[in-house]
């Protein structure tokens, strides 16, 4: 019976490293609070996440010439989405401190879960590994 990580692993590996690109936007976001005309982004999780594990036949990558390189692997793209904030700045600069910091936040919470699931699943490998 052949063992596949990836299907042992779910689709915690994928949130991992969205859940790090959206941490990188939203750090972005709080560092031009005070930028005028900043526009606030952020990444929809929810359609990131189901790009990214619809597997290759959805959105594969393809050679169109045979001198053009071979995709060796497909990583998801995600699109950013414009903010929309809940009081306009004067100056244009759509960030809300509040906003960003709960994002932020709850983000940050939710790469530990992922984290702690797989670290869980890991340990339970290395425990069959072990044969203990």
Excluded: C, W
């Excluded at 930028?35 to 982004?41: D, E, L, N």
């Excluded at 306009?88 to 932020?104: F, I, K, R, W």
């Amino acid at each position: 019976m052949p063992f596949s990580f990836d299907s042992y692993l779910g689709v915690h590996e994928q949130a991992l490293h969205l859940r790090s690109k959206r941490a990188q936007v939203l750090a972005s976001n709080l560092a031009n609070i005070d930028t005028p005309h900043f526009k606030a982004r952020d990444i929809d999780f929810t359609d990131a996440l189901k790009s990214a594990s619809s597997g290759p036949g959805a959105r594969a990558m393809r050679a169109t010439h045979a001198m053009h390189i071979q995709p060796q692997q497909f990583i998801p793209g995600y699109d950013l989405k414009y903010r929309n904030p809940y009081q306009n700045s004067l100056d244009g600069n759509t960030v809300e401190h509040q906003v960003e910091m709960a994002a932020y936040s709850d983000n940050a919470m939710r790469y530990l879960a992922n984290l702690r699931i797989l670290t869980g699943k890991f340990n339970t490998l290395r425990t069959a590994i072990k044969g203990q």
